[in-house]
């Protein structure tokens, strides 16, 4: 048995790569042209006496410059890669957003039971697909589309109350922030596990639940 503090301090394994300088406007095309992704420009950071907040005019925005513009936002994403650079290039500084429920759902829980589930899914030798860290400590296990239905039933199966962990799937109508796209001053979102052709095949939500559950069973 081993603590989520040793799991921690361990993740030099995971290295968590850098961001490589990509421009928004050329990371949002790559994930719609590589990776098949729907993409939609989201909220940008703007400078307002020397403080960077969210475009969205709101001081008090919970995720500055990291949500969608519209209300409209999910008919706006597209899996286009001439039509996220048209988008991109009428507002190069917007967030990268990424629809879930299309080509893949999420599965979000806090940064140190993701930590502690990466650990356990190495030693099972788990096929992982991408998986980001967010500056609000959250990590988000990307799956197959269908784990928002199936999550709860696989919860209990496991003699969990779905209720009782911090364990949350997002599906349709729903998005993540894709790297790296940035929360105002926290920071930007990063890949714990970065898109490779390796991991292009998504594992199914079953596949990972076991460990999710039981890691964020341990950090509660």
């Not at 990466?118 to 990590?139: I, K, N, Q, Y």
């Not at 930007?188 to 596949?207: F, H, I, K, S, Y």
Request: hydrophobic share 40%; net charge neutral; aromatic share 8%.
């Amino acid at each position: 048995m081993f603590s989520v503090e040793e799991t921690i301090a361990g993740t030099e394994a995971v290295q968590i790569p850098k961001q490589r300088g990509e421009s928004l406007l050329e990371t949002a095309v790559r994930y719609a042209e590589e990776r098949h992704w729907d993409v939609f420009p989201g909220t940008w950071l703007e400078a307002v006496e020397g403080v960077q907040r969210c475009s969205c005019g709101d001081a008090a925005c919970a995720v500055p410059g990291a949500h969608p513009a519209r209300v409209d936002w999910a008919t706006q994403a597209t899996g286009s890669a001439t039509v996220a650079r048209r988008m991109w290039q009428k507002q190069p500084t917007a967030s990268i957003l990424l629809p879930t429920g299309r080509t893949f759902d999420a599965i979000s829980v806090p940064e140190t039971a993701g930590f502690l589930a990466l650990a356990r899914m190495e030693r099972m030798e788990l096929t992982l697909g991408p998986v980001t860290l967010t500056p609000d400590r959250r990590m988000q296990f990307f799956v197959l589309p269908g784990a928002s239905v199936k999550m709860p039933e696989l919860v209990r199966k496991l003699g969990w109350s779905p209720s009782s962990l911090d364990l949350v799937a997002l599906g349709e109508g729903e998005y993540v922030a894709g790297p790296p796209t940035r929360f105002g001053s926290r920071g930007a979102v990063q890949w714990a596990c970065r898109p490779t052709p390796a991991n292009r095949w998504l594992p199914d939500a079953e596949e990972l639940i076991s460990p999710l559950a039981y890691a964020c069973g341990r950090d509660r």
